[in-house]
């Protein structure tokens, strides 16, 4: 066996060894803020990752009041829901998602939260932020 072959033994074994097992699946939802305003663009980002990379996944957005869906993603925008935790349409990405809402004056002073429900493989997560939207004239 010659000096190379038992080199590239070496890094294989290592790689192997360096190489997590089973990696857990990471999942992440952030926002412009908590406190969006009426009428100006709101932006929400959901990740999901696995040992770093990119996973396939679908995403419902709902928003909720205490516990009750109140709003939810479907025909391409947010709308009231009634369908309970199965509302909203899925939204299919891998790795990571975008998008922007655009708050309405009647969720003004209401405590909302902003829900992501994350599904990749056999993982489902419940991912949300509290919101407290602003009339558009505050600071």
């Known amino acids: ?25 990471r999942f992440t939802l952030t926002t412009t803020s908590k406190t969006p305003k009426v009428g100006e663009q709101w932006r929400w980002t959901v990740t999901v990752r696995e040992g770093g990379k990119p996973v396939s996944a679908r995403v419902k957005l709902q928003i909720l009041f205490g516990q009750m869906i109140v709003g939810c993603w ?20 891998n790795g990571r998602r975008t998008g922007v809402i655009t708050w309405t004056a009647d969720s003004v002073g209401v405590p909302l939260t902003f829900q992501a429900v994350v599904t990749a493989g056999k993982q489902t997560r419940r991912l949300g932020t509290p919101v407290q939207v602003r009339a558009s004239g505050t600071g």
């Not at 033994?9 to 699946?25: D, F, H, I, K």
């Not at 009231?80 to 199965?86: L, S, Y």
Request: with cysteine.
């Open 74 to 93: 479907t025909g391409g925008k947010m709308a009231q829901c009634k369908n309970g935790a199965a509302a909203g349409d899925p939204i299919a990405f």
């Open 1 to 25: 066996m010659g000096r190379h072959t038992v080199l590239v033994a070496a890094l294989a074994t290592a790689l192997v060894v360096a190489a997590p097992a089973n990696a857990a699946v």
